[in-house]
């Protein structure tokens, strides 16, 4: 099953402890690097939640912003009294350089951060309820992950049936290729009015056609592509192995160039570096 790396998903839990909200946002990466936004309170729980998440996913950058408010009736309401009287200070200092300024009302001063002092919750029914809620949000991530995989192993499955095709039409042209090359150094040799000696001729043209030979580069083509089918078609995570195919892929194109005694050669050369650069810029983004 191929993986996009590329995701998002929303989840809400609603409990007696309180409401947790969580949102899970995934691009590419090249390894799992998991970047973690909770409240000071829900700081204990950072262990669960990249255990839960490493268990689920395999690579990619993942942000995870985890929010949490408790339930009235689940609140012993204690109110730092010390920040409000530093709140209210500073407010009226403020008030000083501000045309009619509007008052502060305590509703106000209460939704400040650390004002509202809640009780100690129940530890292992906030662990259960958060992972609960993390499990749902990971279910969504992979299933847009999923859809998103399918769409890129589609990309990739259409790129190898073009360079199949490129290969195909270049390795039927071949021999005709190597005797037009032929010929023309025959005929260049002939404009030059010199003595040939047939066989040292053969045996250069021998040579000639050993360094100019694409056969085996054509063949290990061939072979990269039934190896990209087989890893699209597995169940593990498959982004680095196809990273890796990618480069062989190139390689065997630049060989292509470096070989090519003919224009023809040269622009399925080109032709082939095109889809096999479409091809890596799509895995970039495969688990």
Partial sequence: MVYSMTAFARQRWSGEPGEFSIEIRSVNHRYLDLNLRLPEDMRAFEPLIREQVSARVARGKLDISL???????????DVDL????????TSHAIDKYIYNPAPVSSLELMRWPGVMRSGPADEAQLRKALGELLDNALEDLQAMRRREGEKLREVLLQRCEGIET????????????HQAWRDKLRARLAELRHEVDEDRLEQELVLLAQKADVDEELDRLRMHLGEIRQVLAGDEPVGRRLDFLMQELHREANTLGAKSVDKQMTRASVDLKVLIEQMREQVQNIE
């Fill in 166 to 177: 490129i290969v195909a039409e270049l390795q039927s042209t071949l021999p005709g290729i």
């Fill in 82 to 89: 010390a920040l409000v009287e530093k709140l209210a200070k």
């Fill in 67 to 77: 929010r949490f408010q408790p339930a009235v009736a689940a609140q012993e309401l």
